[in-house]
């Protein structure tokens, strides 16, 4: 249904509800304490006060309808742990896998490079025979 | 897994201690150890009436060298089945109760003691039926061995050598249509309800040339 | 002197005095009964005039005569004083009656007081002060609230998450419970399976506001560098921050390795470079904690095994580190390696005695402090719970020559792992009414009709030392084996050995088969040997049946593979030999004449060409090489003498004369001895 993360919205606008709540019957109490009451703005905010608090009311009696629907007194006793060592050591093994194969290409590289050396070295000394050759 | 071949000791008495005493002498006489007991049962189960062919007879043996294993032996007239299955098959056995019905007085077992000499193990058992001393059955079983052709022979003279000429030369009928394949324990148990199917046709077996299985 | 009241007694006089003391006054004639009264004083049989004078006269004599009562003056005045004399006695015996304090036969009640009477206005004041307090608190109420949540959302403030959502996340990947008003979290692993006793309670509190400073990354970028020490001032800022444990702080790793024993005295110096600062996100620290304990748990199972088991050569016991024998000489370290966060570096150092061949390495000193180096988490989750990746370096390991076997730990994870697993799952029942928890095998039992023995093996189960040293065992034998293939591959060129390891193997066993082949001749011949390792063993199984069972020593692979070459020579000359047309005189695997081999047998093949006129004869050991000897009939020096007078004795071959083969042409034997028999034929 309606995700946690909406959940947890409505409940933050809920809290600031309930602060408008708290002001509008603090402003209503102190408009009424004021020599001259403006009976309006009494009124105004008395209607705002009762809005929202029928709003804060009918919107924390729906979570925790949905609350008791959804959830148990009892604790739960399962937890992930199981699967999240599963996954922690199948990473353990791809890390080991692919360091082991960086190793190889190293080698592989290594390899390489010293073939590489060596056709030179064979090159030159090939070269180097042709001449004297080519000389004598 | 060895090869187990089954003996029929010859016994004229009502109960057959005196022959167990006198085979469990000679066994001790071969240096054997004595290594407990064992037991093999047979419960019988017929098919009613009502269904038809032949009437079919159901064997349930349990024996204490396999002790997680149930054997269901269903023999028509013309062949054997013989399942293997685990020791939890005997609760359903109440559910077959319309097909099969047992006739308890015909229960037969075989109890008695387990020696150990060398590669061999010998078992002497005591045959009872309901209660009535029917003769005394000895297994033999070689170890090492997996084939009867291979090692029928050793056996027979091992046989012999405590028990005497009740041991014919020739090959029993069973073991000779699976002279050369692999012995399985499910052979032991066919062994042994040949046997009491032998015990079951005569009143008091005093030892005869074993017949074959009656249907 | 008291001044002394006088007064009128009450008009009224009392009819009746009820007994809570209030009195009934008899009432004023009313209008009506004041006339009755004068109305019978009326007489109306008189005048008038005398009436009027009689009454005055009467009221006269009455005034007189109360007025001539008193016989002296003060007369009224003291039946005044004696009637309030009275009175006050009166007073004061109700004052004796009340003033017992349980009180025993009166009580005085407070008469309520008449409440005065309300002034509005002041009224009205005090009612818009009380309404202007209550005003003013609730808009403070308000005004607070209001402030903390504008401070949630602040958007200075790192990630915008608040500290529900980081719960939710929290509560998604950890177990946690509200205990009072804490909210305790869980990250033991009893709840997987484990049996250890501690029990792993992390508290979860909101973070202060922190320095927040500039740089500050979001959780989504976990793919960091792989060096992790570098997440100090990189802090990620999170609303949430949990407590662990202080013995589970810092990071760990069973460090495990094989040793030999020859070596001198060396300290292994394990350094740490791995800190977990206070910044670090809660998920790796928990993560963190959470494999401190599982590392604590695995190394104290081993060594509670360690003790109990009894081998042949017991394992030792030191500190934070186990020693046992896998094979003579041969050692088996594991180790506890765990930092704590606090200081950066910290060095522990553990010194080594060497040891003779009969006893093992005795380790003196624990090593408390083990590095590590914090595998990147390339997601958030992953963390560093193996730590040590070599491509990132050992860094700490140094000077030590202790290769850390990253596999082998990784087997011990996955054997507690595995305990863990099986302690909460049972196999399901088959069939339904069967017991709960029968495993494959028990199931398979009853219909193959297993014994006793049989059984009670299958229930036996080995203990996670003896499962680690035997993989140890296996994995070290297989290394082993392939050394010694190698070895040999590289040494000898002449017939080709090739090796096949197969993929699939268990920790326990694994399988290589080896073509021995001649370059060139593969056809002719191959010689093929599978070889199956497993814990202290190698069988070996020939293609011609042949079934070897070898120990642990290199020594012996290596003479069985030399003694096959030799017979790979001599098999694979018969083969040519059919080819070539040569006949085959004699062959002898096991030849019992001539000098006695070291190792195996030598073997020797004759050969006779086609004509029948040339015969090769070739001798081969594993240890001497191989020899070729040739011999041609008819005989080059044969005279008939008296003895032998025919001529056809020329026939016999001739005496026998080496060739020198290794001077020859030829790439390797069989080609030499392919050339040597087409010029014996030419």
């Not at chain 1, 705002?48 to 925790?64: D, G, H, M, P, S």
């Amino acid at each position: 249904m309606s995700s946690p993360m909406d959940r947890l919205q409505t409940l933050d606008n809920i809290e600031k509800d309930i602060a408008t709540v708290l002001q509008s019957a603090g402003h209503a109490l102190s408009e009424l304490s004021k020599d001259k009451p403006a009976n309006k703005q009494v009124e105004g905010h008395v209607n705002q006060f009762r809005q929202t608090l029928t709003n804060v009311e009918t919107e924390l009696a729906k979570q925790i309808n949905y609350l008791t629907q959804v959830s148990t007194g009892q604790a739960h006793e399962g937890s992930s742990y199981n699967s999240q060592k599963t996954l922690q050591m199948a990473m353990h093994r791809l890390d080991h896998a692919r360091t082991r194969v960086n190793e190889l290409d190293t080698i592989k590289t290594k390899y390489i490079q010293l073939l590489q050396q060596h056709q030179l070295q064979k090159q030159q000394q090939g070269m180097q025979q042709q001449q004297p050759s080519s000389q004598s | 897994m060895g090869v187990s071949v089954l003996q029929i000791f010859p016994d004229a008495s009502r109960s057959g201690c005196i022959e167990t005493e006198k085979l469990h002498k000679r066994i001790m006489n071969l240096d054997a150890v004595q290594c407990g007991m064992f037991t093999v049962d047979c419960d019988s189960y017929y098919t009613t009436a009502q269904t038809g062919g032949g009437v079919r007879k159901m064997h349930i043996v349990h024996n204490t060298e396999t002790p997680a294993t149930t054997y269901a032996i269903l023999d028509t007239g013309s062949k054997q089945v013989t399942l293997s299955a685990d020791y939890l098959f005997d609760l359903m056995l109440p559910r077959l109760d319309h097909m099969y019905q047992s006739k308890k007085n015909l229960k037969i077992e075989s109890k008695g003691a387990k020696y150990e000499v060398g590669d061999f193990v010998v078992k002497i058992g005591t045959v009872t039926m309901s209660g009535h001393y029917k003769g005394i059955l000895v297994e033999v079983e070689y170890l090492p061995s997996v084939t009867p052709a291979l090692c029928w022979s050793l056996m027979r003279e091992f046989m012999q050598s405590f028990m005497g000429s009740c041991v014919k030369p020739t090959v029993p009928p069973y073991l000779q249509n699976k002279f050369h394949d692999v012995h399985t324990p499910q052979d032991t148990v066919q062994q042994y309800v040949e046997k009491f199917n032998e015990f079951r046709e005569g009143p008091t077996f005093t030892g005869a040339t074993p017949s074959a299985p009656s249907s | 002197m008291a001044d002394i009241r006088l007064e009128v007694p009450a008009e009224n006089s009392v009819l009746e005095v009820l007994y809570d003391g209030s009195e009934l006054h008899q009432q004023p004639p009313s209008m009506s009964e004041h006339l009755t009264q004068l109305a019978r004083k009326i007489d109306f049989a008189t005048d008038g005039e005398e009436i009027k004078e009689e009454k005055k006269e009467e009221e006269e004599e009455e005034e007189k005569q109360p007025f001539q009562q008193p016989h002296w003056p003060l007369e009224e005045v003291r039946n005044k004083i004696r009637q309030a004399l009275t009175e006050v006695s009166v007073l004061h015996d109700l004052l004796a009656v009340v003033k017992p304090k349980p009180p025993q036969y009166m009580v005085l009640d407070p008469v309520q007081a008449d409440p005065p009477e309300p002034k509005a206005y002041i009224q009205f004041l005090s009612l818009k002060k009380s309404l202007q307090a209550a005003g003013t608190i609730l808009l403070n109420g308000a005004e607070r609230l209001r402030t903390s949540q504008a401070e949630m959302g602040r958007p200075g403030r790192v990630v915008g998450q608040d500290f529900h959502i980081e719960l939710l996340r929290l509560r998604q990947n950890w177990r946690l419970k509200k205990v009072g008003s804490t909210i305790l979290g869980d990250l033991s692993y009893r709840s997987a399976g484990s049996m250890y006793r501690h029990s792993g309670i992390f508290e979860v509190s909101k973070a202060d506001d922190g320095p927040g400073g500039p740089g500050i990354l979001s959780i989504g970028s976990g793919g960091a560098s792989p060096v992790a020490p570098q997440l100090g001032p990189r802090a990620i800022q999170s609303s949430l921050r949990v407590t662990v444990p202080t013995e589970l702080t810092g990071s760990a790793y069973i460090f495990v390795c094989i040793k030999k024993d020859e070596e001198d005295i060396c300290s292994a110096q394990l350094t740490s470079s791995d800190f977990v600062s206070g910044e670090t996100h809660w998920q790796q620290k928990l993560e963190k904690a959470q494999n401190v304990l599982f590392c604590k748990e695995l190394f104290s199972q081993l060594a509670r095994e360690a003790v109990k088991l009894t081998p042949s050569i017991p394992h030792l016991v030191v500190g934070n580190q186990i020693t046992a024998t896998i094979f003579p000489g041969i050692h088996l370290l594991v180790g506890l390696c765990h930092s704590d966060g606090k200081n950066g570096q910290k060095g522990g150092s553990g010194v080594l005695v060497p040891g003779n061949s009969g006893t093992g390495g005795v380790v003196v000193g624990g090593n408390n402090h083990g590095s590590t180096t914090n595998m990147a988490p390339t997601s958030v989750m992953a963390g560093a719970s193996m730590a040590g990746a070599p491509g990132v370096g050992l860094g700490g390991l140094g000077p030590s020559k202790y290769k850390h076997e990253h596999d082998l730990e990784h087997s011990l994870h996955q054997l507690l792992h595995r305990v863990y697993h099986h302690s909460f799952q049972h196999p399901l029942p088959h069939p339904v009414y069967a017991y709960m928890g029968m495993s494959k095998r028990r199931r398979a039992a009853g219909p193959e009709g297993m014994d006793k023995t049989q059984l009670v093996n299958m229930m036996k189960e080995q203990t996670l030392l003896e499962q680690i040293i035997r993989q140890v065992q296996h994995n070290f034998l297989r290394l082993r084996t392939m050394y010694v293939i190698d070895q040999l591959a590289a040494e000898f060129k002449d017939p080709l050995i090739v090796s096949h390891w197969n993929a699939f193997n268990s920790p326990t066993r694994s399988c290589v088969k080896i073509n021995i082949a001649t370059q060139g001749y593969d056809s002719v011949l191959r010689t093929k040997l599978v070889i199956h390792i497993s814990e202290r063993s190698l069988k070996c199984i020939c293609r011609d049946g042949k079934i070897m069972t070898m120990s642990f020593e290199p020594q012996e692979l290596r003479n069985l593979i030399l003694c096959q070459i030799s017979q790979h020579n001599m098999a694979a000359l018969q083969c040519l030999a059919r080819y070539t047309g040569w006949t085959v005189l004699s062959s002898e695997q096991n030849v019992g004449t001539g000098a006695i081999e070291p190792l195996g047998n030598a073997s020797t093949v004759m050969l006779a060409s086609p004509s029948g006129n040339k015969v090769i004869g070739v001798h081969s050991g594993p240890h001497q090489r191989v020899s070729v000897m040739v011999s041609s009939s008819p005989r080059p020096d044969f005279y008939p003498s008296t003895v032998v007078s025919g001529q056809r004795w020329e026939n016999l071959g001739a005496s026998w004369q080496e060739v020198r083969h290794d001077r020859m042409e030829g790439r390797n034997f069989l080609n030499k001895m392919e050339l040597l028999m087409a010029a014996l034929t030419a």
